[in-house]
DNA sequence: AAAGAAGACAACCGCAACTGC
DNA sequence: CGCAGTTGCGGTTGTCTTCTT
């Protein structure tokens, strides 16, 4: 026989909370603790079982929730942590301060799972569905986007595999400071063994492919709001490559470009080079010439992980090569994937600045400061923080510390 | 303008793990 | 070790809002 729940068998309240017992539960945790849930309702004066108590405070009273809509940045730990860890939300909502597991829960069913299915990859697996791949049915391009969407997560997948084997065999004092203990197998036990010991978790589950992903769309967003420049998504059409600024490498934009697919740069493709003399023989110019300056400072920002993961999905070229592949397949990641939100850059240029402020040797630490008379930012002054940003992002310490995003 | 559908989110339920005796 | 009570978690449902026809 099934014992009835307490709630119903009491005859407490249930379904939405009012205002008043809000305010009641509420004024009595800040003022006693909760102490023990079950007798809280009592002392409170609420015709409330317990658990809900627990459950709205947990969820929705709590000081320290944020609400509302969730920051590209966030959506983008999501996603790369259930596919990861799956529906642990409570372990994944450890990554993100401030929001509930529910929250998350509810978030991810509502839109993140229907944008992933939307996008042909199995929310579950996080992989390319392989039905989508519809042949002679005039879904080539679709196809030949998902066939890309499995590609990077491919190598996405293989990146998280080899970190999490690296965070289990790297010794912990690389992680500063060593945590005491390693990882136990069950989440479960780590979490109460923490509560009760006080100790730092072992090394927090932050793949860094998710970080140099989110950095080089802070840079290049940067670059290309600098320039007053915008990589307008075109949503539904999938059609970036024709339609969207492209960077191409090296060639004069009256030479063929065998970087270049389909031959020649098209009009509004953006030439790249190492080498400042080529400017003489490109045919670009006037505000044009300002994207291209601060391409040239590329190099020196594209740091090791960019660039081999670069090179592992195209093969070795030139740096100016490269450096072309990664920022056009994270242009075209950010149009394509559920990480796409059109013109949504400021949660992606907030972390930058807020990670840019941290630098405690940098008293310019902020982009805003960094705004010379004309609004725009020095390149001097940019490169510095750029490329000390781009140091701070392959430091092993803080691609692993979930506290930098705190 | 009204009705139904879909979306969004809060809340509930049941189970499992934990805790203290 | 066993048991009862408590807490945490994830799946599911209910309700309200927004959108579509």
Redesign the pocket.
Known sequence: M?K??R??KEGL?????TVEE?QKLLAYVQEHG??????LPVKAGLQ?????C???W???LRPDIK???FSLPEEQTIIQLHAL?????????KHLPKRT???I???W???LK?RLDKMGIDPVTHKPKANVFGLGTGQAKDAATLSHVAQWERARLEAEARWVRESKTIPTSNINPPPPYQCPP????I???E??SGRRPAAAARPPCLDVLKAWQGVVFDMFSAKGNSIKSPTSTLTFPETSPRLVPGAATHEKSTAAPGGYPADNDIIVTNNPDDHQTNNVEGSEWECFDKLNQVPQMMNQQVYQSSVAMHGMGSPATNFCDAYNDSAWFLENTCFAEANDKAPVMDELTHILARNPEDKKSSLGELENNNGSVDSAVQNTTSRYYWEMMSSQNLMMDSNMFN
Not at 13 to 17: D, E, L, N, R
Not at 48 to 52: D, E, I, L, P, Q
Request: aromatic share 8%.
């Open positions: 099934v009835a729940p709630c119903d309240k249930k379904g939405p909370w809000d909760h102490g023990s849930w079950r007798s409330r079982c317990g658990k809900s627990r459950l709205r947990t969820n929705y609400r509302g809509k860890l799956g529906n642990r939300w409570s372990a994944i909502a597991d529910n929250e829960k509810n978030y069913n509502t839109h229907k069950a989440a479960r036990s979490k109460n063994k509560e009760i």
